[in-house]
């Protein structure tokens, strides 16, 4: 094995979608599959036994579901979690948001965005298809708002500067680290300073979901 490759775990019920993910990403030569799993319970048994950096976990599979298990492999701080879906837009997409995905792929994902997601995310930017990271902020934004609990969030709020609230502002509207770093005129470097302080002042684990807190805020 490279030492520098991502090592990655692919949880999916179905043996063909694995075989064709695995195919895709260990041809870039980035990438080593180290396990695979037909169920959200194998899915964590495994990341607990092999600690890959990547989980690319299925949404919906039988048994204990992606939701349930990308909140443990989460909370255990075992891996980064990208949501494979098909994108329908329901209570399990939005319920990975909650869970701690670092992002959504598309189950039609090309190998080149499919490599280069993973690494991404490996590398700690989570990075999601801005066009797919838009279409789930606004199906949470349309979503009844659940309860609020406006101290909490504006003594948050409150904890950031100017310029980090046009992060999280821009975090709302989906948008890349370069597009972030264009609309602020300012480095991709910056900008990752910008989110990692954004997100620990939130609460935070993604990005992501300091996008949806950012759009049930406005």
């Given at each position: 094995?490279?030492?520098?490759?991502?090592r990655?775990?692919?949880?999916?019920?179905?043996?063909?979608?694995?075989?064709?993910?695995?195919?895709?990403?260990?041809?870039?030569?980035?990438?080593?599959?180290?396990?695979?799993a037909?169920?959200g319970?194998?899915?964590?048994?495994?990341?607990?036994?092999?600690?890959?950096?990547?989980?690319?976990m299925?949404?919906?599979?039988?048994?204990?579901?992606?939701?349930?298990?990308?909140?443990?492999?989460?909370?255990?701080?075992?891996?980064?979690?990208?949501a494979?879906?098909?994108?329908?837009?329901?209570?399990?997409?939005?319920?990975?948001?909650?869970?701690?995905?670092?992002?959504?792929?598309?189950?039609?994902?090309?190998?080149?965005e499919?490599?280069?997601?993973v690494?991404?995310?490996?590398?700690?930017?989570?990075?999601?298809?801005p066009?797919?990271t838009?279409?789930?902020l606004d199906?949470?934004a349309?979503?009844?708002?659940e309860?609020?609990?406006?101290?909490?969030?504006?003594?948050?709020?409150?904890?950031?500067?100017a310029?980090?609230?046009?992060?999280?502002?821009?975090?709302?509207?989906?948008?890349?680290?370069?597009?972030?770093?264009?609309r602020?005129?300012?480095?991709?470097?910056?900008?990752?300073?910008?989110?990692?302080?954004?997100?620990?002042?939130l609460?935070?684990?993604?990005?992501?979901?300091?996008?949806?807190?950012?759009?049930?805020?406005?």
């Amino acid at each position: 094995m490279t030492p520098d490759r991502v090592r990655v775990l692919l949880a999916d019920d179905h043996a063909a979608i694995r075989a064709g993910l695995r195919l895709l990403l260990e041809q870039s030569g980035r990438v080593e599959v180290v396990g695979e799993a037909s169920d959200g319970d194998v899915a964590l048994r495994q990341a607990r036994a092999l600690r890959p950096d990547v989980v690319l976990m299925d949404v919906r599979m039988p048994g204990t579901d992606g939701i349930a298990a990308t909140a443990a492999i989460v909370g255990e701080r075992l891996a980064e979690v990208v949501a494979l879906t098909t994108f329908d837009l329901d209570e399990y997409v939005l319920g990975m948001v909650r869970a701690g995905a670092a992002g959504f792929l598309l189950k039609t994902a090309g190998a080149r965005e499919l490599v280069d997601a993973v690494c991404r995310v490996a590398a700690g930017e989570g990075v999601l298809a801005p066009e797919v990271t838009r279409r789930l902020l606004d199906a949470v934004a349309a979503q009844p708002a659940e309860p609020p609990a406006p101290v909490v969030v504006d003594a948050r709020l409150a904890n950031l500067t100017a310029r980090e609230r046009d992060v999280l502002t821009a975090l709302g509207d989906g948008l890349s680290n370069a597009e972030i770093a264009a609309r602020l005129v300012v480095s991709e470097t910056t900008v990752k300073s910008h989110v990692s302080h954004v997100l620990a002042k939130l609460g935070v684990r993604t990005r992501l979901q300091a996008g949806v807190l950012a759009r049930e805020v406005r």
